[in-house]
């Protein structure tokens, strides 16, 4: 397989390009990466050394680049996770989102059509589906309910990679996981706010009343599901991956602190973010039955893992 992963050189991007190079010795990865504030050439430090390994820096909008990447490296496979991907950024510059996330997935669909790519994975994210009453769970089927802008531009790229599916019969699939957790990931999200503010005995900032529930999915095991729906999706397929492990932001908290010892005199609770979504769940049953994936990693160790890699990376 020649692979092109973009923004492989972000949180989930460059755990699975790690995946990917360890467990098939014949791949060959070209990792296109905007470097923007959240894309980090040290997140591939792994992969640098590894001759089936190429960087590539450059936009997915840049269509010329693009083709020529296809054309030069020979490529047959995409997975795209290149995006603007933090809400609170999507709130001051929705049009950086649509910019990223919905036209240049559409320049790397028009590309990988022309190119005549055998398979196409598209990272989608289970905020398309909206916020979920409680026992509620998102189906692959149900219709999509964006809530911010990040979720719709997520959403939009979702429905051009099925317009493609549907009018030209291409080979896509997407994927729509609930929060990832793990090593490496921007400072900007909550987990690894949490612990490294902890590490440096600074405020925890918390929206709300920390009643927000999601599904936490340790990094690696997302990256098992995604290679899976990469070989084995077929035509036109979503699957949603999740591990069944919903929290409130209160009880991730009370996890971090129970690691960390940190003082309750750190925690802050400040004004909800406009239009954030209470709950997010996904049923899972399609990508368990389908193609025999399960989450592996329970949140607990998960936490206790990614706790030992920041403490080990304090910036
Ligand atoms: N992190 C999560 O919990 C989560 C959950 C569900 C879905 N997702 C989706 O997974 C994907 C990866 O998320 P992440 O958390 O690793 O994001 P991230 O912000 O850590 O990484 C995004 C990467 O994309 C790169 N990038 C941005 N614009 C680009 C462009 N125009 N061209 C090329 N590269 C560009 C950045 O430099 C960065 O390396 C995203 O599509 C996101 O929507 C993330």
Redesign the pocket.
Known sequence: MRLLV??G?????SHFIDYELAHDQSIEIVN?????Y??NVANNAQAAGNARYHFVHG???NRELVDWLLQEFAIDHIVN??????VDNSLKNPELFTK?NVL?TQVLLDAAYQANIQKFVQ????EVYGTMAPGQAAKETDPLHPSSPYAAS?AGADMLAMAMVHTFGMPICITR????FGPR??HE?LLPMLIQNALRNRPLNIYGQGTDRRDWLYVKDNCAAIDLVLRHGQLGQIFNIGAHQEKSNNEVTKMVQAELGFSDQLIRHVAERPGHDLRYSLDTSLIETQLHWKSQTDFAFGLHETIAWYRKHQR
Request: aromatic share 6%; hydrophobic share 30%; net charge negative.
């Open positions: 973009t923004g050189a972000g949180f989930i991007g296109l990466d905007a470097l923007t959240a894309g936009s997915i909008n996770f290149a995006a603007e991907s933090h990223t240049g990272i989608s994210t289970d997520k996981s609930t929060n990832n990931q921007h999200k």
